[in-house]
């Protein structure tokens, strides 16, 4: 029996992106991504969009190692960002600022209310400013935002399209891991509409915080005086505001419930 059945899971939900979380030092990378992939699909009768496992660092209130449902490594979520803090507020210490380690870089966030489930988070720089992007895809020519908000993102204004969301994940312009598709509506105003075809998923999520992100630095990048965008996503609405290249991401996030996971037939 693995390491990790048995083990006490919350499931958690970011605006509609869901993940586990588990407080675990145990395991090597093949064996947290196998336990991750299957516990995140419908094993146990419903899929969620990513497995989080949290443990102690010096310097940090936690680190964390974060999987897609698909079993791939993911460096950053906004959304999972939002949920790991207030799991720690929650279920470890009653303190409302946290800062946690990432594969993308240390992250904080702030407990706005913690009973209502407003949580901020001071997201990873952006380091190298998005650009625009023209994808060359069954010959026909797609033209978007590219950034990196913690992973890669290219942008389309234009309604949303699952096949064309599809072939461009996965093609070559974007190097061998590919890149989160997002597509985005918004005007002179500052409401934005996003919906994102996350890697790792391989489909659109209610919500993605780096979606969200990504797709108002375009916004920004075309409306530089908007310091503050509201993002409407299917599961929520986001708020992200601007300091200098560090997005700060305001959202919900709730704790679903808890759960013991057993392998079958043990």
Same mark, same amino acid.
């Given at each position: ?5 048995? %083990? ?13 979380? *588990?407080?675990?030092? =145990? ?11 299957r516990v ?9 969009? +990513?497995?989080?496992?949290?443990? /102690? ?11 897609? @449902? &698909?079993? @791939?490594?993911?460096?950053?979520? +906004? ?16 303190? &409302? @600022?946290?800062?946690? *380690?990432?594969?993308?870089? =240390? ?7 913690? =009973?209502?489930?407003?949580?901020? $988070?001071?997201?990873?720089?952006? /380091? /190298?400013?998005?650009?625009? /992007? ?7 020519? $797609? ?7 913690? $992973? ?5 204004? %234009? ?30 105003? &500052? ?14 999520? *209610?919500?993605?915080?780096?979606g969200a ?23 929520? *609405?986001?708020?992200? =505001? ?23 037939? @043990?």
């Amino acid at each position: 029996m693995s390491l990790f059945y048995g %083990s006490s899971l919350t499931r958690m939900s970011g605006a509609g992106n869901t993940f586990f979380i *588990l407080v675990s030092e =145990e395991g090597t990378k093949e064996e947290r991504a196998n336990f991750a992939k299957r516990v995140c699909n419908d094993y146990i009768g419903f899929n969620t969009d +990513g497995f989080l496992f949290m443990q /102690k660092k010096t310097g940090y209130d936690l680190a964390w190692d974060f999987y897609n @449902s &698909d079993g @791939s490594s993911a460096e950053m979520c +906004g959304n999972a960002a939002r949920c790991a803090a207030l799991y720690f507020h929650q279920k470890v210490k009653a303190q &409302d @600022s946290i800062s946690f *380690l990432t594969a993308a870089g =240390e992250v904080t966030a702030q407990v706005l209310d913690a =009973e209502q489930g407003a949580i901020q $988070v001071r997201m990873p720089e952006i /380091k /190298k400013p998005g650009i625009a /992007k023209e994808v060359e895809i069954a010959g026909k020519k $797609v033209r978007g935002f590219f950034v990196n908000t913690g $992973v890669p993102h290219f942008v389309i204004q %234009s309604d949303p399209n699952q096949q064309l969301a599809q072939a461009l994940r996965k093609t070559d312009a974007f190097g061998p891991a590919g890149a989160n598709i997002t597509f985005t509506e918004f005007d002179e105003s &500052d409401f934005i509409q996003a919906v994102t075809f996350e890697r790792g998923v391989e489909n659109f999520t *209610l919500a993605c915080g780096t979606g969200a992100v990504a797709a108002a630095n375009f916004h920004h990048a075309c409306f530089p005086d908007i310091l503050i965008q509201s993002i409407e996503m299917p599961g929520g *609405l986001l708020q992200v =505001e601007w300091q200098k290249q560090i997005p700060i991401l305001t959202g919900p996030a709730e704790m679903q419930f808890d759960l013991q996971f057993y392998k079958e037939n @043990s």
